[in-house]
């Protein structure tokens, strides 16, 4: 069983930066598992930021970055904003074709 | 604007069937891989299982946890994508999401399963 680890919750100070990790427990997270990240907020459906590591949509504000950091996926978001409190979500592709995602990470601005 | 609207969900017995449908709009559905992925209520996301294009010979992929209880497919002239659940399990119960690969999402249908 593929398990795909995040931190449980992080917290962070306005205007701070943080960065959200997600590994997998088959060994390093390299661009052949298309990492993606999603925002999700109480009571809504989720939103897409980060698709295949570092590219962003068209909504996904700037201070919103991917990467793969010490072989793990990351998601860094500089000058948070209060808005930017929510669960973030990771979710690779294993073999190109079977997607898992991380428990979440809550994110908390304080 | 890009429209995902999932409908289907509601309550069912253990053991039983329920068909979800999720209606797109917006885009050029039959070039897009689509997805179905659950939530349980206070839980996090799971990703379900994913249907190609036609150029990919429709394949599809499930969660380990559903492979052989459910089925994806899709009708590109109607723009939808369906999941078929069948032996359900009290453990089945959820928001259920359809997202296009990558992107957009819907809003859910919720499915419960209880006796």
């Known amino acids: 069983q593929t398990v795909v680890t995040q931190e449980p919750s992080l917290t962070v100070s306005p205007g701070g930066t943080v960065t959200l990790t997600c590994a997998s427990s088959?060994?390093?997270?390299?661009?052949?598992?298309?990492p993606n990240w999603f925002q999700q907020k109480p009571g809504q459906a989720p939103r897409s930021l980060i698709y295949n590591i570092d590219n962003k949509y068209s909504w996904t504000p700037a201070r919103f970055s991917g990467s793969l950091l010490g072989g793990k996926a990351a998601l860094t978001l500089s000058g948070v904003q209060p808005e930017d409190e929510a669960e973030y979500y990771c979710?690779?592709?294993?073999?190109?074709?079977?997607?898992?995602f991380g428990g979440g990470t809550k994110l908390t601005v304080l | 604007e890009v429209q995902l609207v999932e409908s289907g969900g509601g309550l069912v017995q253990p053991g039983g069937s329920l068909k979800l449908s999720c209606a797109a709009s917006?885009?050029?559905?039959?070039?897009?891989?689509m997805h179905w992925v659950r939530q349980a209520s206070g839980k996090g996301l799971e990703w379900v299982g994913r249907i190609r294009t036609k150029p990919n010979n429709y394949a599809t992929t499930y969660a380990a946890s559903v492979e052989g209880r459910f089925t994806i497919s899709r009708d590109d002239s109607r723009n939808t994508v369906f999941l078929q659940m069948n032996s359900l399990k009290t453990e089945d119960a959820a928001l259920y999401y359809c997202?296009?690969?990558?992107?957009?999402w819907g809003q859910g249908t919720l499915v419960s399963v209880s006796s």
């Open positions: 917006g885009f050029t559905f039959s070039a897009s891989a």
């Open positions: 088959t060994g390093a997270v390299t661009s052949g598992y298309y």
């Open positions: 997202f296009k690969e990558g992107d957009h």
């Open positions: 979710l690779l592709y294993y073999g190109g074709a079977q997607g898992v």
